[in-house]
């Protein structure tokens, strides 16, 4: 799955809904745009993306919450994602599937750099 395939799936256009950035990924034409948007978004002295992801891992289902976690790390938020899950984060990767498996495949092998 390339970038415009995950940004039109349905499980990425659910998770960025859920944390009310739909817009971003809307606005994202690439993997590093999509990056650059959400560390933007964030802003170091705000953590407005991180508040976000924190509040939606709360109420994910079990693939929705691995795909946060994936969408985490394709945007340079790799240690949050690690820290939600304890540690365990590739370790639950099995828990999404289907359309939700493909997407979290997408943005763990996405060439950002």
Same mark, same amino acid.
């Given at each position: 799955? %390339?970038? +415009?395939? #995950?940004?039109?799936?349905?499980?990425?256009?659910?998770? #960025?809904?859920?944390?009310?950035?739909?817009?971003?990924? +809307?606005? +994202?034409?690439?993997?590093?745009?999509?990056?650059?948007?959400? !560390?933007?978004? %964030?802003?170091?002295?705000?953590? %407005?993306? !991180?508040?976000? $992801?924190?509040?939606?891992?709360? !109420?994910?289902?079990?693939?929705?919450?691995?795909?946060?976690?994936?969408?985490?790390? $394709?945007?340079?938020?790799?240690?949050?994602?690690?820290?939600? +899950?304890?540690?365990? $984060?590739?370790?639950?990767?099995?828990?999404?599937?289907?359309?939700?498996?493909?997407?979290?495949?997408?943005?763990?092998?996405?060439? !950002?750099?």
């Amino acid at each position: 799955m %390339n970038f +415009a395939e #995950f940004k039109m799936s349905q499980p990425a256009r659910i998770m #960025f809904r859920k944390m009310g950035l739909l817009d971003h990924l +809307a606005a +994202a034409s690439s993997w590093r745009d999509l990056r650059e948007l959400i !560390v933007e978004f %964030n802003h170091p002295d705000q953590g %407005n993306f !991180v508040k976000r $992801v924190r509040e939606c891992d709360g !109420v994910c289902s079990s693939g929705e919450r691995i795909l946060l976690h994936a969408i985490c790390y $394709v945007t340079d938020f790799a240690w949050l994602a690690d820290d939600l +899950a304890e540690g365990s $984060v590739w370790r639950d990767m099995s828990r999404a599937s289907g359309d939700f498996q493909r997407a979290v495949a997408a943005c763990i092998a996405a060439e !950002v750099y």
